[in-house]
């Protein structure tokens, strides 16, 4: 199972950034998505399409519809550049599958 | 809190077996509740799941590096390890333990992460 992640997203600070994951039928997977800062490790922002950890901010929002997940961050600040990779289980082999990555520029 | 904390050489030649272990916090290692996994990131690039452990010791692997991996779990120790084989500088990268509560399938918790380099 392949999963595709746009390789950037540029976004002016205030706005919304939208950082989408396609593979086919995947909306009928469950989909999670993790931040990534330089050098450090993954943090889970978003799990089963639209759920936030306890700590996350309300600005992080996920969807899941069709061949196309989507990680909407709103008010996006200089915090948010990092890496975000989305993840899902591909249930017909047993194993998961990561997204390409996608790096967020605050302009 | 769970904590997670790899250790291992940071350099591995070519050919030989890199080997990671990692350290769980407290008593979480022998929960039922649990799977431990192997991540790892090449530099610059996205991740990639290595396998996943269960703390009876059933681990499944990637199917692209399936031949090449063991990992292994010793709850005495409260720790949990990869052993990868014959390694080449395709496999440089660093390396990231995680927990995943059981059938979820998706990781709470990561270590710091710990760069292996393959080189002679």
């Known amino acids: 199972y392949v999963v595709t992640q746009p390789p950037s997203v540029s976004v002016a600070p205030g706005q919304t950034a939208r950082i989408t994951c396609a593979g086919e039928?995947?909306?009928?997977?469950?989909v999670h998505w993790y931040q990534q800062r330089p050098g450090q490790a993954p943090v889970l922002v978003v799990y089963d399409d639209d759920n936030r950890p306890s700590g996350i901010p309300e600005r992080f929002s996920g969807s899941n519809s069709g061949n196309t997940a989507t990680l909407a961050i709103s008010r996006v600040a200089a915090g948010d550049e990092a890496d975000y990779h989305c993840q899902v289980w591909d249930s017909s082999s047993d194993h998961f599958v990561f997204g390409t990555g996608t790096k967020v520029t605050v302009l | 809190q769970l904590q997670l904390q790899e250790s291992g050489p940071g350099l591995v030649k070519p050919s030989e077996t890199l080997t990671l272990t990692c350290s769980v916090s407290?008593?979480?290692?022998?929960?039922?509740?649990?799977?431990w996994v192997w991540i790892r990131q090449p530099p610059g690039r996205g991740l990639e799941w290595i396998g996943s452990?269960?703390?009876?010791?059933?681990?499944y692997y990637n199917p692209s590096l399936k031949s090449r991996v063991t990992m292994s779990v010793d709850t005495s120790k409260k720790q949990f390890s990869l052993r990868l084989n014959f390694v080449t500088a395709a496999d440089t990268a660093v390396y990231y333990c995680?927990?995943?509560?059981?059938?979820?399938?998706?990781?709470?918790?990561w270590g710091q992460g710990s760069l292996v380099t393959v080189s002679s």
């Open positions: 995680a927990g995943e509560m059981a059938t979820i399938h998706y990781f709470q918790w």
């Open positions: 039928n995947i909306g009928r997977k469950s």
């Open positions: 407290d008593d979480y290692i022998s929960s039922s509740g649990f799977y």
């Open positions: 452990i269960y703390y009876t010791g059933s681990a």
